[in-house]
């Protein structure tokens, strides 16, 4: 089992920043490739960044490409995600997501473990 936390979202103003970070505990961190997905009302959630493993490689979905970075730290357990730039759009639920093995994936059917979401509202 691994259980997630998230923690950073909030109420920011568009072109502000934020920072997102996912705490893991349970079994080793480092055997996971993790995800950021996020999920607005009426819609489906959707990926934002993945990333594998040992941090060596990620993904992220066009709309954020450029504006947000996912990274990772193995030793603090924890995951993060930069989101610069904030367009009005970006305002979801913000959930982080384990899969097991260091590949990461794109699809939220591929994780096994979440975590309980942060709300990230982005006002013009």
């Known amino acids: 089992q691994v259980q997630l936390v998230e923690s950073g979202g909030g109420l920011v103003q568009a072109g502000g920043s934020l920072r997102l970070s996912c705490a893991a505990s349970?079994?080793?961190?480092?055997?996971?490739?993790m995800g950021w997905f996020r999920q607005a009302p009426g819609k489906e959630r959707e990926v934002v960044a993945a990333?594998?493993?040992?941090?060596?490689?990620?993904y992220y979905v066009d709309s954020v490409k450029g504006r947000f970075t996912i990274s990772r730290d193995n030793a603090k357990n924890t995951v993060y995600l930069q989101m610069n730039s904030l367009k009005p759009e970006d305002t979801a639920v913000y959930y982080c997501?384990?899969?097991?093995?260091?590949?990461?994936?794109?699809?939220?059917?591929?994780?096994?473990?979440w975590g309980q979401g942060t709300q990230v509202t982005v006002s013009s």
């Open positions: 997501a384990a899969r097991s093995g260091p590949v990461f994936s794109s699809r939220k059917y591929d994780y096994d473990y």
């Open positions: 349970g079994r080793t961190f480092s055997s996971f490739a």
């Open positions: 990333i594998t493993w040992s941090g060596g490689s990620a």
